[in-house]
């Protein structure tokens, strides 16, 4: 290449528009704030610790024979995992490193159905607390990528929610009677743990 080849080549590399540069050396097309970021983070450690809860207690009803709930439980387990993926995916097509941290253990010492509900929808209310402060975090510094990214996991989240409430309901209804217990336990067998629908 001669002088003056270099020279326009030069010219023209001066016009590009500057490109952020994310973790990896991967594009950037939004530099994310910090803080967003390591909100995103800590809430895909969130959805990991709530997926090994969920195995745990897929367990607990295993070894107690009620195959309904263990099913549920392990459906539940595989759904969270997904979300932290959908996290991971996220912050890769964001250009920002995806950290991992060790996850405490899970409870596996229960009293009885009612406490496990309770734990859970404890849960899940945290799930959605933990989403709606990142959305408010990504609207105030104008991140409306993760605004969008957020929506449809705010909705399913607010459904997960309305699920185990339902299915709390269902637990205090039947007073830890073996029969009320097994015919809830047939319902989840059988894909059944949607509340009513009225619309």
Known sequence: MGPAETSLT??????????GIGAFRRPVAQAMEPSLLEALQEHLMLELQASLSYWALAIWFGE???????????LESESERQHAAQFADYLVARGQAVPLR????????WIGLEEILTAVF?????????LQQIYAM?????DTRTTVF???????????ENEVAHLLGRVRLSQNQPAAV??????????????AQLA
Request: cysteine-free.
């Open 150 to 160: 957020l929506d449809p996991l705010i909705q399913g989240q607010i459904t997960s």
């Open 138 to 142: 990504a609207e105030r510094s104008g």
């Open 64 to 74: 107690r024979d009620l195959r309904g709930f263990s099913n549920y439980f392990k």
């Open 10 to 19: 030069n010219a023209a590399e001066a016009t590009l528009p500057a490109i």
């Open 102 to 109: 060790d996850i405490p253990a899970p409870r596996q010492g």
């Open 182 to 195: 097994l015919l809830i336990d047939g319902e989840l067998a059988a894909g059944q743990h949607s509340p």
């Open 122 to 130: 404890q849960m899940e209310a945290d799930l959605t607390t933990s």
